[in-house]
Structures are given as structure tokens and as C-alpha cells.
């Protein structure tokens, strides 16, 4: 099955960096979706898009849909300690299915 | 909010042993979705259900099968646990049109 290209594989950083991460694909997506996973803990939503271009924001978060489509950047401003875990990058098709596809995740470690 | 309840965080188990992770999900949800995760692989789709008694496979469904009998329980079986399929198994339940809703994982360690 398709995987989706996400870079960088790990981040070790300081408090109050700013991270930027993004993930690839090689074909076009719908939808694409950011997700964290805290240490011993399931993946949680933190950002959808739904539109080409388009850029929303959640909090120091902040996600872009890619112009063409097969891309998608996380931005994360003024890491804090609690920023640490994995993130993912999702992409959807749409349509009947609706499955998501899911990245293979950065790790994202802040030192304080 | 939703929960979405995995039975064990760790297991250990035999090889060859049969094995059963219970996801138990309290929305009445109709999608629900078992994941394999590993490092630098992310997350690999093994078998979904939308509905009761109805499972289809996923990318990677090689040496699991599933059961969905009740609406709120979607059970991963391994028929033959392998070390291969040592692992943190993740299992979800679809809460919106796009929106996931995880369980904490089950990491499994076959000897």
C-alpha cells in the first residue's frame, strides 16, 4: 500500500525553536490531516485541510494544503517540552472508502 | 467524548500462539480500523470494518484476520502469532468524515 514521504525522520531541539516538517506524496489527496502521538498514548487530530492553498492555524500549529496537492508543511512555533512526540502526516482520497493514509512520522524531541 | 478502549497495553506472547486484541469503541460508530505501527514505517492500515459482520482487508492483512460481531467491539485475531508481528497495534474509530479517534495501542511482544 501507498506510504506518504514525511522528513524529517527526527528533530532534537531547543525550547523556543520554531520546527518545520512536511510530508510528500505521489499521488494527489483530497484531505490531509496532521496528527500527534504523546509517548504510550494513541495519535490525536491536530489539524485538517481540506483545499488546495490552504493554510490553517491551531494555537503555535500551523498546517498548509499543498498547490499541488501532494504535499503538506507543519509548522510549529515556540517549541515547549510538551511539543515532544510523534507527529504524523495523513492523506485521504475521498470518495466511498475514506481511508487514511498515514506518514511515517517525525520525531520531535525539545530540550528545555 | 468518544473512547475508544484497547483491552491490554502490553502483551507477551508465544509463537504460534493464537492472539486476540479487543477494541471496544463507546459511540456507536460505524467505521472502525486496526493499525500496525512501527518505527520508520508509520502507520500501516491492516483490516477495516463499516459495519457489523462486514471487514475489509487493509495494506498489510498477511496472518490476521478480524471479528466484528457487536457494532462497538472489532477484534484483531492472529491466527499463528509470529515475532514478525511484534508490534504496537493501534485501533480507531471514525468519528467524522475524516476525523480518527484512537485507542491508547496494545504493544505486543511475541517470543
Known amino acids: 500500500g501507498q506510504q506518504l514521504n514525511q522528513s524529517p525522520q527526527s528533530m532534537f531541539i531547543q525550547e523556543g525553536e520554531d520546527v518545520s516538517m512536511n510530508c510528500t506524496s505521489s499521488?494527489?489527496?483530497?484531505?490531509w490531516l496532521w496528527y500527534k502521538q504523546d509517548p504510550g498514548e494513541g495519535p490525536v487530530l491536530l489539524i485538517a485541510?481540506?483545499?488546495?492553498?490552504e493554510l490553517t492555524s491551531n494555537g503555535r500549529l500551523t498546517a498548509q494544503f499543498g498547490i499541488t496537492r501532494k504535499d503538506s508543511f507543519l509548522n510549529i512555533s515556540a517549541s515547549i517540552p510538551s511539543d515532544v512526540g510523534i507527529y504524523f502526516c495523513a492523506g485521504a482520497y475521498g470518495g466511498a472508502t475514506n481511508k487514511l493514509i498515514f506518514g511515517t512520522g517525525t520525531l520531535l524531541a525539545v530540550q528545555p | 467524548d468518544v473512547k475508544v478502549t484497547q483491552s491490554s497495553r502490553y502483551l507477551v506472547k508465544r509463537t504460534g500462539e493464537k492472539v486476540f486484541l479487543e477494541c471496544v469503541q463507546d459511540m456507536d460508530h460505524e467505521n472502525m480500523f486496526w493499525y500496525r505501527q512501527d518505527p520508520g514505517l508509520g502507520l500501516r492500515l491492516i483490516y477495516f470494518s463499516y459495519d457489523v459482520k462486514m471487514k475489509e482487508k487493509g495494506d498489510i492483512p498477511e496472518g490476521y484476520s478480524v471479528s466484528r460481531e457487536k457494532k462497538e467491539r472489532f477484534s484483531l485475531i492472529l491466527e499463528s502469532a509470529s515475532t514478525n508481528q511484534t508490534s504496537m497495534y493501534l485501533c480507531?474509530?471514525?468519528?467524522?468524515?475524516?476525523?480518527?479517534?484512537f485507542g491508547s495501542g496494545t504493544r505486543l511482544t511475541v517470543v
Open positions: 485541510l481540506y483545499k488546495a492553498g
Open positions: 499521488s494527489i489527496f483530497n484531505t
Open positions: 480507531a474509530s471514525r468519528d467524522s468524515y475524516y476525523g480518527y479517534t
